[in-house]
């Protein structure tokens, strides 16, 4: 199984200042045949499902505010929030969709010092 | 974003057998677009997917959960199930139900989710 880590484990992050959370895969999640990175990030709140920010490591989902954004490549990602706001307390997970079975980091808890 | 609904008996008691249904909103389900899945989250845990179908009835499961889980569709109803067997304490948690994207033979991201439903295996 693909296992992915994320650094750190929680983060505290003044407002307006940035957040910088990373997911390391134990394999390379870029598919060749399409150069494209499998791997999502999802923001998880108290009591709600997992939302979907991030899909192909970089490409922001509908909606999601522009404040957010996802780099890295074969096995080392970043999700930054470059100014934080209050409604970003959450829980944040890295997913990789490029073999079955589908895992997910054990999470990132950003929280507001 | 699609709103999908999980439903069944919130608490099981041990080695007996956790079933859950989700209801899909709309005409989606048959659509090769799509592919459809269950995850957990046990108390104060990680995400760990469980396993997913497409609309034709093929089937991928984790392999730690393979020997006790299987998934199925009814179109008709705009619904997909779960049966988990044998349960234990540790199959105690949130169960969410997703809608990923496919495309061609790749199964890709999960992008609308239900509000998940907690089952508590307990005697």
Known sequence: DIV????PDSLAVSLGER?????????SLLYSATK????AWYQQKPGQPPKLLIYWASTRASGVPDRFSGSGSVTDFTL??????????AVYYCHQYYTSPWTFGQGTKVEIK | QLQLQESGPGLVKPAE????????PGGSMTSSSYYW???RQAPGKGL?????????????YSPSLKSRVTISIDTSKNQFSLKLRSVTAADTAVYFCAR???????????????????VTVSS
């Open chain 1, 4 to 7: 992915l880590t994320h650094s």
């Open chain 1, 19 to 27: 957040a910088t959370l990373n997911c390391k895969s134990s394999q």
């Open chain 1, 36 to 39: 494209k990175n499998h791997l």
């Open chain 1, 80 to 89: 930054t929030i470059s100014s934080l706001q209050a409604e970003d307390v």
């Open chain 2, 17 to 24: 057998t956790l079933s859950l249904t989700c209801t899909v």
């Open chain 2, 37 to 39: 899945g269950w995850i």
């Open chain 2, 48 to 60: 760990e997917w469980i396993g997913s179908i497409y609309y034709s009835g093929s089937a991928y």
């Open chain 2, 100 to 118: 990923g994207l496919r495309q061609g033979y790749q199964l890709l991201w999960l992008r609308d989710w239900g509000q998940g439903t907690l």
